[in-house]
């Protein structure tokens, strides 16, 4: 069994029809699929389409509307409220997706001494910096506040607060949204380090040309649905060998292939 | 940043005097306006006694005879060159008067608005960390009905609950009475201090109690906080590091603006509880036409509440590392 197991999970949102009757709004619906140690999975699907829904539902910190079916197991265990308070930041942590994840008002160092101690890993000041130096970010960032920091730097300071407990797995949510080539690449180098080092990671991603290069299987979403896993190699020529008719005319879709439209939106 | 420091001082040091002098002429049109007349007050049961043409006398002998506009010109002048003039309601110096009001009113406004400060925050913190739990429901149901209790009337019934009912604290002022002042012993002083620091703290706890709260149940729904959960962090950390940290801010803004409410309640209360402090003084000098009295005590007020205000905004600047920053890129060229 993989690492991080999903079955049949989906996520829903209870809405107030009128006053008092409730219906319950579903975005995602019966995602079963795991990510395993040393692979990357890129869960791949259209901006808005509730894929972070799932990183939320994963470590717990949706809205208390939101309502969670299935089961999520790590490491063979079900992941309810005292298991995931046991895991959270210690054997699974997330990279979560914008700047506003970091607290405006603290120094970057802090923050990363604060989730230091969350992790059960407190680090000295030498500790820091090398955990830091690992991701290319010096003293400077460091002693920073989050709005100082570039886009880049602050995905690389959210990866090394994911890392500071050294946990098995690593959801990443979209974490080269709104970044340039080369960033995008750091980003993904790093992350694909982390896998070779032995951690499951799971990648959130709307850009299927992006991650492809480092996923090891990709897992394509259509209107909350699983729609395929493939994995990343057949994802080639003219992609024939891909199992899913959606993920190949998502993959005819990219620019750099045959660039034809032909039913890939989502 | 620091280059700015001069220039913002000193435009709010000018602003201020501004404000001063409009406070200044608003008020004093008021106490013109106002039906009460100072000799007829200054005489009090006595009028029966005095004639007219008496009054008269009294009236030139006070300046009341010329227009109101030599008066307050003559005022502002000796106001500028340090003369407050004298308050006919005391027989003495304003200023003498104010220093000893002050002296009763700071350790009983000081304390209060500390408290309510400290009370208000903790109770918001633990309010809005966790929001609808029977917690929040019993702290908000408690800051709703202080809130709207008249502070007058939580005096009064301190006072027959406190006082009349359970003789533990005195019924009035802010000594023994019959007691020569210099002999009144520190412990005496806090005893007479206890129900009016009551009543006017919890004035103040609603508020600060309300604003705390709803600041907090808005960060701890924020982004950071979400993600400090993701960390593994209890809802207890995360309420103390990132809520507490960020709902700071915005409740010592809400505790430094509430100055002025904080005087209007120690009116109120130092009237009931026959405290001899500033809020008395300045209902006494109104009932009795005392407008050099009342004018001082209103610019007083002006002055201490207004700059509130101003620590609040440098405070802001202080802590919040973003304000500072906008201001930096705003000065390069």
Redesign the interface.
Do not use: K
């Given at each position: 069994m993989s690492f991080l197991q999903l079955e049949r999970v989906s996520v829903g949102f209870m809405r107030y029809e009128g006053i008092f009757r409730q219906h319950e709004l579903g975005l995602l619906e019966d995602l079963s699929f795991g990510v395993g140690r040393g692979e990357i999975v890129a869960l791949i699907g259209a901006s808005g389409g509730g894929k972070s829904l799932l990183a939320?539902a994963i470590?717990?910190?949706l809205?208390r509307n939101a309502v969670v079916n299935g089961t999520i197991r790590i490491d063979g265990s079900v992941l309810d409220d005292t298991h995931r308070?046991r895991v959270?930041?210690?054997r699974m942590?997330?990279v979560?997706q914008?700047l506003?994840?970091?607290?405006?008002?603290?120094r970057c160092r802090k923050q990363i001494g604060?989730?230091g101690q969350?992790?059960g890993h407190p680090l000295d000041r030498r500790k820091t910096e090398a955990l830091l130096a690992r991701y290319g970010l010096d003293e400077r960032a460091a002693n920073a506040?989050p709005?100082?920091l570039s886009g880049g730097m602050a995905r690389r300071m959210m990866i090394a607060?994911a890392t500071v407990?050294d946990p098995d797995l690593v959801v990443a949510d979209e974490p080269t949204s709104g970044l340039d080539t080369e960033a995008t690449g750091g980003i993904l180098r790093h992350l694909r380090s982390l896998a070779d080092a032995g951690k499951a990671v799971l990648l959130i991603t709307h850009s299927l040309a992006e991650v492809l290069p480092f996923a090891d299987r990709v897992a394509v979403m259509r209107g909350g649905r699983l729609e395929a896993i493939e994995p990343s190699d057949r994802f080639a020529g003219a992609g024939e060998t891909l199992a899913s008719p959606y993920a190949r005319a998502l993959w005819i879709a990219l620019p750099q292939n045959a660039f034809t439209p032909g039913g890939a939106e989502c | 940043m620091s280059s700015h420091w001069p220039i913002l001082v000193a435009t709010r040091i000018v602003r201020l005097a501004f404000l001063l002098a409009a406070v200044a002429v608003v008020a004093f049109t008021l106490a013109k306006l106002s039906p009460v007349d100072p000799v007829n007050a200054y005489l009090g049961p006595a009028i029966a006694k005095v004639g007219p043409e008496q009054r008269e006398l009294i009236a030139r002998k006070w300046g009341l005879d010329q227009p109101a506009t030599v008066q307050f010109g003559k005022w502002f002048h000796n106001v500028l060159s340090g003369d407050l003039g004298t308050s006919r309601t005391f027989n003495a110096p304003v200023a003498d008067v104010l220093a000893k009001r002050v002296q009763a009113s700071l350790p009983l406004m000081g304390m209060a608005w500390l408290l309510s400060g400290i009370l208000g925050f903790t109770l918001g913190v633990v309010a809005g960390a966790r929001p609808d739990t029977w917690t929040d429901r019993i702290i908000r149901t408690y800051a709703y009905v202080l809130a709207s209790t008249p502070t007058f009337w939580l005096a009064i019934v301190l006072l027959v609950v406190f006082s009349v009912g359970l003789s533990l604290t005195p019924v009035c002022c802010a000594a023994p009475i019959g007691v020569l002042p210099e002999d009144v012993t520190l412990l005496e002083r806090l005893h007479h201090l206890i129900l009016p620091l009551i009543a006017l703290t919890v004035l103040g706890v609603a508020q600060i109690t309300l604003h705390t709260r709803a600041k907090m149940v808005e960060i701890m729904?924020?982004?950071?906080a979400?993600?400090?959960?993701?960390?593994?962090?209890s809802l207890a950390?995360v309420a103390v590091?990132?809520g507490a940290?960020?709902a700071a801010l915005p409740a010592i803004t809400v505790l430094f603006a509430s100055l002025g409410e904080l005087f209007g309640g120690s009116i109120l209360t130092e009237q009931v509880f026959a405290y001899p402090g500033l809020g008395q003084a300045a209902v006494q000098a109104g009932i009795s036409g005392d407008v050099p009295l009342l004018l001082a005590v209103a610019l007083c007020l002006t002055l201490v509440v207004s700059v509130g205000n101003t620590i609040a905004d440098i405070l802001y600047r202080v802590?919040?590392?973003?304000i500072g920053?906008v201001h930096d890129l705003e000065a390069r060229p």
């Open positions: 939320h470590f717990g910190i809205p308070n959270r930041g210690r942590a997330l979560p914008s506003s994840h970091l607290d405006p008002m603290t604060w989730a969350r992790a506040f709005h100082e607060i407990g | 729904q924020s982004d950071f979400l993600y400090a959960r993701a960390q593994g962090a950390d590091r990132h940290r960020n802590v919040d590392p973003r920053a």
